[in-house]
């Protein structure tokens, strides 16, 4: 990170800072993606960049974050959808290519994809 030198330099961070904040929390739906050394060599990274460059491609407005071994390597990649107050959904094994169905069945319409769910967590 580059040296603050004026007070302005930090007044327009902190307003920058902020509206990263603002961002995060107005996203209804947070994504996690298991990225410890088990996911990664099971393609995590591959998964990851297929859900930003669908959000980013279709406008959806929510909130990606990582996570290190979630604990179920076998089942790796692991992606977790938290919609507003609906359970957490854990999907397993998961590729690129099952990112769109991911998103538009269960981000934006609202149904779990229930054949590759490995896990639940009450809201």
Do not use: F
Request: charged share 25%; aromatic share 2%.
């Amino acid at each position: 990170m580059p040296q603050l030198k004026s007070l302005e330099e930090l007044r327009a961070l902190r307003k920058q800072l902020q509206k990263d904040v603002q961002a995060r929390t107005e996203a209804a739906t947070t994504i996690t993606v298991g990225m410890g050394t088990c996911g990664i060599a099971a393609g995590a990274r591959e998964v990851m960049s297929a859900i930003l460059d669908e959000l980013a491609t279709r406008g959806i407005n929510a909130h990606v974050t990582t996570v290190g071994c979630i604990g179920m390597c076998s089942k790796e990649p692991l992606v977790d959808v938290k919609r507003a107050d609906e359970p957490k959904i854990t999907y397993g094994n998961v590729t690129p290519a099952m990112v769109p169905r991911i998103l538009d069945e269960h981000v934006i319409g609202g149904r779990v994809v229930e054949e590759w769910v490995v896990a639940r967590v009450a809201a």
